[in-house]
């Protein structure tokens, strides 16, 4: 079972919509919808950690029902599928096999761009168009905005607060991917998740800024896929 995260203010349903049609039927696709967003739509945001993992790791134990999963995640979603896994651990499961973290720095290091969560809202924006990945045309319409900013702000204070403690890597192997002009995460940011780890922790680097996802999403599906399924393998074969 793969779990899937989204970035800030996105919905995760949304996001991976189009993995279903490209993992194999044996990769069980479950995005984790957040709340306030998509079908969770009508429920209040979050801003903490504690309230978020519960709910997310809530989700994670229903759907998993005691067998072994994999966690992916790109920027916000990296840093809370780190967490999950670090607390499924601590917690007794479910057991994550695989860890995939995209366009986020390794967690133990310090933002590398200043903090944009409580800005005014025209600099808010400003910034929002720097991150590429919200439309213009939702950028300059104030309903969607009214909408999409308290979601944005609620995900970017858990991101951009987020203080690390450190717990002991873990033991499944950590596959990065990040892009070469990401100014979010640099190439030795990226490099730095191996000391999160004790297994492998392969880093891909692609052509682009901090949404390179968009561009080589099948690429980034191809590996995720040809892991799990060597993971898969391997512990069959055990």
Known sequence: MLFCLPYAGGSALTAY????????????????????RGGRMREPV??????????????????AGGGPCALYGHSFGALLAFECARRLRRDGGPEVVELFVSGHRAPHLSPSVPPMHDLPRAEFIDRLRDYDATPEVVLQDAELMGLFEPILRAD??????????????????????G???????????????????????????????????????SDIVKVVATELTASANGRRGG
């Not at 801003?47 to 759907?63: C, F, I, Q």
């Not at 940011?189 to 390179?212: E, I, K, M, N, Q």
């Open 46 to 63: 979050i801003n903490r950690w504690e309230s978020l993992l519960g709910d997310v790791l809530a989700t994670m134990r229903r759907k």
């Open 156 to 177: 970017l204070t858990l991101s951009e607060c987020y203080a690390f403690s450190d717990d002991g890597p873990l033991d499944c192997p950590i596959v990065v991917f």
């Open 17 to 36: 919509r189009s993995w279903a049609r490209q993992l194999p039927d044996t990769i069980d696709l479950q995005p984790v919808e957040l709340p306030g």
């Open 179 to 217: 892009g070469r002009d990401d100014p979010h995460a640099d190439l030795a940011s990226l490099d730095a998740w191996d000391r999160h780890t004790t297994a492998r922790c392969p880093v891909r680097v692609y052509p682009g800024g901090h949404f390179f996802i968009k561009q080589f999403e």
